[in-house]
């Protein structure tokens, strides 16, 4: 019988250090000042994105600008922006799917194997 190994527990060489690495959901020290920065400009990025949000929904409605103009379509773009970025604020954002391409491709067989009735 060939000898198995057994497995390490955390802290044992060669395996991973108990409690080491930044503890999940800490935040680094520059998004923190950050966030304090803008509390002390009295700046809340998620009421503006809204604020601006609802601008553009009221200019596209009150027809101020004209449906099918250039102008129409940027301001729908920007629209869609908006809500993409506040979206992140809200929900995780949904990972791209990968196509695989398979490249050796063999052949199928299919066999058919029928019961005969012999009554016949």
Do not use: C
């Not at 935040?27 to 923190?32: G, M």
């Not at 729908?76 to 391409?101: F, S, W």
């Amino acid at each position: 019988m060939a000898d198995k190994k057994k497995p390490l527990k955390p802290g044992q060489n060669g395996g991973p250090r108990v409690g080491a690495g930044r503890p999940k959901g800490s935040k680094n020290i520059y998004s923190q000042d950050s966030v304090k920065k803008l509390e002390s400009l009295g700046f809340d990025p998620i009421e503006m994105l809204v604020e601006k949000y609802h601008e553009i929904q009221k200019a596209l409605t009150d027809g101020s600008v004209r449906v099918g103009s250039g102008a129409y379509a940027q301001l729908l773009a920007t629209q869609g922006q908006l809500i993409n970025n506040l979206m992140r604020y809200g929900y995780r954002q949904v990972p791209e799917k990968q196509e695989l391409t398979v490249e050796n491709k063999k052949p199928l067989a299919v066999k058919l194997n029928l019961k005969k009735d012999k009554d016949k």
